[in-house]
């Protein structure tokens, strides 16, 4: 299985060469944001207002951690379901998101988006939050604090474990079920 | 009667709810040690591999197993003949309330319309049953979103019968597939009302994971269901494999003769509960 070590913000070429069923190491910055944060941020583009981060080769967590214990930058913080942020992504992804991270089906929408515009959809292991907040270096509440474990967060991850579930070239690697009988 | 002070109550819940959300069940953990050994795709061990580590890291640092740590169920069976001075369901309420919070567990409990959180992460869900004698039994359930919102509630017709059960379970762990984090444990419950169905469906996940049915028949229809829904081959985390569901534990009561009623608790991975007796 190939592994890829890759930094954020993420490029066409980043993306180009994943397929799905791929191990990725991510680096840098990735920002954190779950349902009511994907609705507020619909909120600010439908005003013409910025975003708090740039969605230009921008990775987004569907994440809403623990809270963070003394001495440690983050709690628990493994993905969440991403289907309902599935009415949300198309409009991030033409504006230039590259990745989403979480676990679970994609809508059709969402994976014809990220055909058309490049980019990945990646997924972490579902309640493994503990582990996986071992490679969150950093993090830091950029936007909208009043919505708590939901707030968008900047975080900072250091070889961040994923998989490619669905790639820019309609490829999926979830098991299909076996319905047959 | 016999009296059992508040304070006792409320100190015992806040350790349950830290101690249940750091420290994975036995039962659990010896599945996906057998799940480690057992699974036929290199993807699915992976996971398993993965799930038992964060099993450790988490009972070590005490950072949650799961960042969703829920909202807090509690099943109650109190004796006819204990009192509370004060109230069972403020010392629970208060003891859920420290717990999350001395224990950094997550809030997840919100508006359902404005989505604004509570803050608190209450109120507690509680069941409450009288039985006879001076007893208390208070267990408690850290139940997730994701796989709460992959359950289902529906009201078959009689003709339906055991075949329109499994065929209704079957298609509704088909469909939720890799959302709900599989390996997955299914409460079914069958027969009750449309309120009773699902209560003694989720409350069904409170037995251990290896145990028997007492009723020989109602053991192998669980058998006959996990059988079956493990054939979907949608494995830990989706990913493919024979363990897409850990086990099944059905309840049952009965029913208005137009009716048969069924509900489906989907359980993720990280089956978090733990009991106290007073």
Redesign the interface.
Known sequence: MPTYSLNTPLTDADIEKLRAGDVVLLNGIIYSGRDAAHKKLMELLDKGEPLPFDLKGASIYYVGPSPAPPGRPIGSAGPTTSYRMDAYAPRLIALGLKATIGKGKRSDEVKKAMAGHKAVYFGATGGAGALLSKCITASKVIAFDELGPEAVREMTVQDFPLLVINDAFGGELYAKPNLED | MKEIKAADISAAVARMCISANTRLPDDVRRKFEEGLANETTA?GKE?FR??I??AD??FD?????????GLAVFYVEMGEEVVVPGGINKAINEGMVKGYQDG?????SCDPLT?K?T?DNGPAIIHMDMVPGDGLKISYMAKG??SE?MSRVTMLSPSQGWEGIKKFV??R??EA?????PPIILGVGIGGNFEIAPKIAKKALLRKLDDTHPDAKIAEMEAELLAAVN?????P?????SYTCLAVKIAMAPCHIASLPLAVNVQ???ARHEEAEF
Not at chain 2, 231 to 235: E, T
């Open positions: 993807a996971i993965q799930l580590e964060n890291l988490s640092t005490k950072l949650p197993l799961c960042q969703d740590c950094f567990l997550r809030k997840s989505r959180n803050g979103g994701g919102n079957v298609n762990v088909a597939g890799p959302n709900p984090c054939k979907l081959g949608i494995g985390m989706g990913l493919g494999g993720c991975h990280s």
